[in-house]
C-alpha cells in the first residue's frame, strides 16, 4: 500500500506530465500557426508573381508588336530608298556617262530573269553594254557579290548580249570613299548622287573600266 507521500509524488509528475503535454501542444499549434502563415504568404508572393508576370507578357507582347511595326516600317523605307535610288541612276545614266563617250541606244530597268533576280539597269551602246547594280548604301561585300555572283552569268542569262562587251558599274546613295575605290579597283563604273541630288561618277580622271566575260 502506497504511502501519503508516494501518493502525492506521483500526483506531482502526473501534473509535470501533463503541463509538458499541454506545452508541447501549445508549441505545435504555434508551429502550424506560422507554418500556415507561411504558407498564406507564400500563396500572396505566388499571386504577386503570376500577375506581374502576366504583365510582363502583355508589356512584352506590346513590345514585340512596336517592334514588327518599326521593322515593317524600315523595309518599307527600305524599298522606298531603293526606288529613289534606281531612279536616279536610270534617269541621269545617259548624261553621266556621255562624257566617257558611251553614247546609251537604250536603257533598260529592271530587267528580271525569272527565278534568278534581275539587272537593275542594262545601258546599250552599239557593242558595248553597261550593267549597273543600285544600293542604297555601297559595301564591299555588296561589290564583291555583284562581281562573283551577277556579273559572271550576265551573258548567260541574256544570251542576247553574248557577242557585246560588258562593262560594269555600281552605284549608291551613299558611297564611303574606301568603299568606291576599292570598287573602282575591280575595274566598275561607281556612281553616287550629288548634293543637289544629282548623279556622278566618282571614278578618277583616267580611269578605264574592266570588260566582263
Known sequence: MKTPKQKEDRL????????????????????????AARFAETDALI????????QTDAQLAKTIKKLDDIGRQLGDLGLVQGEVAEDLFYRNVSSVFKPRALRFEHVRRN????GFGEYDIVAEDGDKVLVIEVKNKLEKRLV?????????????????????????????????????????????????????????????KGFRPKEFA
Open 12 to 35: 506531482d509528475r502526473l501534473e509535470k506530465n501533463l503541463e509538458m503535454f499541454f506545452q508541447g501542444m501549445r508549441q505545435l499549434r504555434e508551429a502550424q500557426e506560422q507554418t
Open 47 to 54: 499571386r504577386e508573381l503570376r500577375q506581374s508576370q502576366q
Open 111 to 114: 530587267v528580271k530573269i525569272k
Open 144 to 204: 564583291d557579290a555583284f562581281l562573283e555572283k551577277k556579273l559572271p552569268r550576265f551573258k548567260q542569262l541574256l544570251p542576247r548580249y553574248r557577242d557585246r562587251k560588258v562593262l560594269a558599274g555600281i552605284g549608291a546613295l551613299v558611297v564611303k570613299d574606301d568603299v568606291g575605290r576599292y570598287a573602282e579597283k575591280a575595274g566598275l563604273y561607281v556612281l553616287t548622287q550629288t548634293d543637289d541630288g544629282g548623279a556622278a561618277l566618282m571614278n578618277k
